[in-house]
Every structure is written in C-alpha cells, then in structure tokens.
Nanobody, 122 residues
Framework: QLQASGGGLVQAGGSLRLSCAASGHTFSSYVMVWFRQAPGKEREFVATISWNGRSTNYADSVKGRFTISRDNAKNTVDLQINSLKPEDTAVYYC?????????????????WGKGTQVTVSS
C-alpha cells in the first residue's frame, strides 16, 4: 500500500515536499515513481528513482526544480518541489515499478497510491 502526503496550496515560487509511505511490500526492491495529473489532462510522469537511489530521471518540465529521494529504512520516497509554477497544479501520485525505466509508463506500474493535491496560485 502506498500513501502520498504533503500536498497543499502554495504561492508561485514556493516549495513543497511530498512524501510517499509504503507498507505491505518489499519497498527496497521496487523502483519508485511520481506521476501527476492536472485537471482535464492525462496523468504524466514526473520523476523516478531506482531501488537503491543511485539512478533518477525527471520529466523535462521539472528538471532542476524537483528532486526525488528515498529512504529504504523508512519505506518512504520524497519529492522536493521548488520554484513552483501554476502549471505544477495537479494531483500527485506515487507508484511502484518492478523495473527501472527512464520514462515510466502508467501501464507498467505494479502499485499505485492515492494522490495528494498540489495547488499553486499565481
């Protein structure tokens, strides 16, 4: 089971730290992925991190502003979001994948968590 948290309402230029807690699985054996879905749009890839944290990849739209990290001892994966823009407004979801992919796709995810809403005001 995956549970995302940390969303909220923030002004443009601000920061948020999202967290995803995992339970009931061998967390450290899974690649973790963040996706987001803006109103009226399809769910899209945001960031991914390998099982040991050594490999990461980001969507071009968030590179340099978002940082994904994980703590296998705590079964958590975080997404630090800086320099927020109104276009970052979306529901953010964490997911677990069995393979590391530079561009994860929705259909490949083994598990999904419930999302957390991020709203950025201009």
């Amino acid at each position: 089971q995956l549970q995302a948290s940390g969303g909220g309402l923030v002004q443009a230029g601000g920061s948020l730290r999202l967290s995803c807690a995992a339970s009931g699985h061998t967390f450290s054996s899974y690649v973790m992925v963040w996706f987001r879905q803006a109103p009226g749009k399809e769910r899209e890839f945001v960031a991914t991190i390998s099982w040991n944290g050594r490999s990461t990849n980001y969507a071009d739209s968030v590179k340099g502003r978002f940082t994904i990290s994980r703590d296998n001892a705590k079964n958590t994966v975080d997404l630090q979001i800086n320099s927020l823009k109104p276009e970052d407004t979306a529901v953010y979801y964490c997911a677990a994948d069995r393979l590391y992919r530079t561009l994860p796709d929705l259909a490949s995810m083994a598990y999904w968590g419930k999302g957390t809403q991020v709203t950025v005001s201009s």
